[in-house]
């Protein structure tokens, strides 16, 4: 199983863009791939941690606990990512 982490908070106004990129990538990615794949969302509000490490680059996208992107995500960059996960 691979885990894509959104981070982000209530009010970001990058972060629903984010969210949905990653959605429609995971959604494009061929079945045998794709059903590997779990989406996972998380607030800088909701944990001390995260707000620390992220505040200043949200949205984050994480692959496996990785940083994969900040601010903006690029479709492509992410489809590749995953399909050689």
């Known amino acids: 199983m691979t885990t894509v982490t959104v981070i982000g908070k209530a009010g970001c106004h990058l972060c629903p863009t984010a969210l949905e990129i990653v959605e429609t990538v995971v959604a494009e990615l061929p079945d045998e791939i794709g059903d590997r794949v ?9 944990d001390p ?37």
């Open 38 to 46: 779990e989406i996972v969302q998380q607030s800088i509000h909701d």
């Open 49 to 85: 941690a995260l707000h620390e490490l992220w505040w200043e680059k949200i949205p984050v996208v994480l692959i496996d606990g990785e940083l994969h992107a900040h601010w903006r995500v690029s479709p492509d960059r992410l489809r590749q990512r995953l399909e050689t996960v």
